[in-house]
């Protein structure tokens, strides 16, 4: 990694884990702790938010640069030849999470104690953060490592590398595809992939996406205005790909994406789920749960 991205980093607030790695507490990790809130992922899949480590393995990596990106999308990389380890990824994630946490030890007349002692032993894994997880190119490998120390396992990918997806074993427990356009014109405008083929490589995953034996997905990424528009279409990707549950969500204006779109791009709750319900008019999908405080809605059978 460039030492320019990692000073970057660093000023952000992540915790680099050697060449290409990352971790950072998440919104809800610190809300948990302080003010006993949780994260909508809680409250619909039962993980615990105080127990969640949010790490990449690719933090500099990913196919596309997409205006809702919250991360440094100009400072994309190569993967290269060598890559680190997985399981010295695992312990060194784990240590960089309880380095992050010590600064709660200077609160703790507000914090959470329990949770905070807790907290130093995560049990669930959000392989996401930054860049595109599947470009590493040791991922099953190191799903295997978190489940061995005793982890739930979820991963986020963006859907363009679908062999990873096929070849996958073992397969996180939760399994995340984002479908950011409900048509490819929508997708180049709003992704800007640097492959040739994204949009037909996302739709690869979505064909085989029923086949995988683990609970999965869809998230749709609301951008008011770019690609909050054509549920049918939305509908119809949807029921190709037969998701566990679907989750549609507002774009929200942080990070890097505060200079790319304006906060006018961010949809309202009440939006976001009457965009659910649009979708679920043209689909066999039904609401089924609500985050208003994370703007999103879950969709399930």
């Not at 029921?239 to 969500?249: F, L, N, Q, R």
């Amino acid at each position: 990694m460039k030492e320019s991205t990692r000073e970057l980093l660093r000023k952000q607030r992540y915790q680099l884990v050697g060449d290409h790695s990352a971790v950072k507490l998440c919104h809800w990790l610190k809300e948990s702790l302080m003010r006993d809130r949780v994260c909508y992922k809680q409250k619909f899949y039962g993980i615990k938010s105080h127990r969640c480590l949010q790490m990449t393995p690719a933090v500099n990596w990913c196919t596309q640069k997409c205006l809702f990106c919250w991360r440094p999308v100009r400072f994309t990389e190569d993967v290269p030849p060598d890559v680190d380890a997985p399981k010295y990824i695992v312990e060194e994630s784990i240590e960089a999470q309880r380095t992050l946490l010590s600064g709660y030890q200077g609160v703790l007349d507000r914090v959470n104690k329990k949770k905070l002692e807790e907290a130093q032993t995560p049990n669930n894994v959000a392989i996401s953060l930054s860049g595109e997880p599947t470009c590493y190119p040791l991922l099953p490998e190191l799903i295997e490592e978190y489940t061995k120390e005793g982890f739930t396992t979820f991963l986020v990918t963006n859907g363009t590398n679908p062999d990873v997806l096929r070849d996958m074993d073992p397969l996180p427990w939760n399994l995340y595809v984002t479908l950011p356009a409900p048509s490819k014109d929508i997708y180049q405008r709003l992704c800007n992939p640097t492959i040739p083929d994204g949009w037909e490589r996302i739709n690869e995953t979505l064909e085989l996406f029923e086949s995988l034996d683990t609970k999965k997905v869809m998230r749709l990424t609301m951008v008011k205005g770019i690609n909050m528009v054509d549920p049918a279409n939305y509908a119809q990707l949807i029921e190709k790909a037969s998701p566990t549950y679907v989750e549609v969500k507002a774009y929200m204006f942080v990070g890097f994406s505060r200079a790319r779109l304006t906060i006018e791009h961010m949809p309202r709750h009440e939006e976001i789920r009457e965009f659910a319900d649009r979708i679920a008019s043209e689909s066999s999908y039904r609401v089924v749960d609500e985050s208003p405080e994370s703007r999103v809605v879950l969709m399930s059978r």
